[in-house]
């Protein structure tokens, strides 16, 4: 496996997010589209894949599963809850991308999301040690 700065691949990234969340907002008009996952924290290592989580509310998830799995991929069923579904997007602006469809509120939009934020939150405490340490040394 090869890992890149996910600067290298900022703009292409942004791109497809873009094309996501058009796809998906379409198809499922009162969803929440979330850039998660190495290539959504600054700085970061990534293996270059996209991944975004969808959130949809309670009432709406069966129809939300429907019409997502309509559109793309199952991707690991054996991870699936009664809360959670992956999928494979294929390609958009030539990096893989993966969409988490979660029932919003519940433990699995919580755990994402939770996931999602500590791993930004740790980054930009990683950055302001190592400027710590470089600026004691100049």
Not at 20 to 48: N, R, Y
């Given at each position: 496996m090869r890992f890149?700065?996910?600067?290298?691949?900022?703009?292409?990234?942004?791109?497809?997010?873009?094309?996501?969340?058009?796809?998906?907002?379409?198809?499922?008009?009162?969803?929440?589209?979330?850039?998660?996952?190495?290539?959504?924290?600054?700085?970061?290592?990534?293996?270059?894949?996209?991944?975004?989580?969808?959130?949809v509310s309670p009432d709406r998830y069966e129809a939300a599963m429907d019409a997502v799995r309509s559109a793309y991929e199952v991707n690991q069923p054996e991870n699936w809850t009664d809360d959670f579904a992956s999928f494979d997007a294929g390609r958009r602006e030539a990096l893989p991308c993966g969409v988490q469809l979660v029932r919003a509120g519940s433990p699995d939009d919580r755990l994402l999301t939770e996931m999602s934020r500590r791993l930004r939150a740790w980054r930009t405490a990683w950055i302001v040690q190592v400027e710590k340490v470089s600026s004691s040394r100049s």
């Open positions: 890149v700065p996910e600067r290298e691949l900022r703009e292409q990234v942004k791109a497809a997010i873009a094309v996501l969340e058009v796809e998906l907002e379409s198809a499922l008009p009162a969803c929440e589209v979330e850039h998660i996952g190495a290539t959504s924290v600054p700085g970061a290592l990534t293996k270059g894949d996209v991944d975004v989580l969808v959130r």
